[in-house]
């Protein structure tokens, strides 16, 4: 009475076996798995940053501006805000640093970010202090700095402008909105509006201007130029960060970190090389981890 479901068995396995070795791959989606490693947060799953450096930056400013890695010099530049004069520390991909004492920033930073169409560091000062970029030296080290467009060209004395590299564009944030400026620095005359905290429709519009101000850094934005999780925030509550969709402002995964401290409401966050750095005002370290 077994013979007919033995052999029903037995042409499964063979056919499976055949199966694998035309398509591992569709073997593997059976089994629940496509064969490929899930990249960290796919789909909304929560993942957890692991330390990747420790940078311990000198005395002068109390906050850090932003870390803003340059791929053809393979050199990290870490800035601090709050005057021209506080430090710029600059450093390899082993965290050996290679700049100057008494390297400083040159303007009051605000925002950084690296150009690659210019294959620039450029960045945005405070108030009036306008745009700028870094001309660099053979060994990657700025020898003067560039105004390229004088007055408020932000949405506030402070904001921290970001390059969104997909559309060439700086993004600040105003509020739970971003304020979207061409990179002439002309207003683009568009805006994406954040759910904070909500992945869909069903959550709701998200969290309020005091909530958002009270449970993250309400004035550092990241971008990261993986689709569908392109802007980035730190949930100072939760010691996560949250990604979010440019198009839809909605939440789509979040990275845990391991955070023995709690991190700033403003400045003191940012991203480069796939590195989310958060700075300690205690100890003056910029952190940086990665997703794994």
Partial sequence: ??????????LFVFTQAATAQK???????????????????????????????????????????SVVYHPREKLYYAAQAGNAEFPLIIFDESGKI??????????????????????QIEGNGYKEFGWFNYSLNRKGLPEKINNTKEGRFQPDDHSAGVLNTQDNEVLFLSGTTIIVYNTNGTPANRTIKLKIGSRSNADGPGVDQAAFENDYN???????????AEIGFLNITKKQVELYDIKT????????????F???????????????????????????????
């Fill in 98 to 119: 290679v700049s100057e004492t008494g390297q400083a920033t040159l303007i009051d930073v605000r925002g950084l970010w690296y150009n690659p169409r210019t294959k």
């Fill in 23 to 65: 398509n591992p791959a569709a073997v593997n989606a059976i089994m629940g798995s496509t064969g490929e490693p899930e990249r960290p947060g796919k789909g909304g799953a929560a993942a957890t940053g692991r330390e990747f450096l420790r940078i311990t930056i000198p005395e002068g400013g109390a906050n850090g501006a």
């Fill in 262 to 292: 709690v991190p700033e409401g403003y400045f003191n966050f940012s991203f480069s090389n796939d590195t989310y750095w958060v700075f300690n005002k205690t100890t003056r370290e910029w952190i940086g981890y990665r997703a794994k």
């Fill in 1 to 10: 009475m077994y013979k007919p479901f033995l052999s029903l068995l037995l």
């Fill in 249 to 260: 402002g909605y939440l789509t995964q979040t990275i845990s970190l391991p955070l023995d």
């Fill in 218 to 228: 309400y004035r550092s934005i990241i971008y990261t130029e993986r689709k569908g």
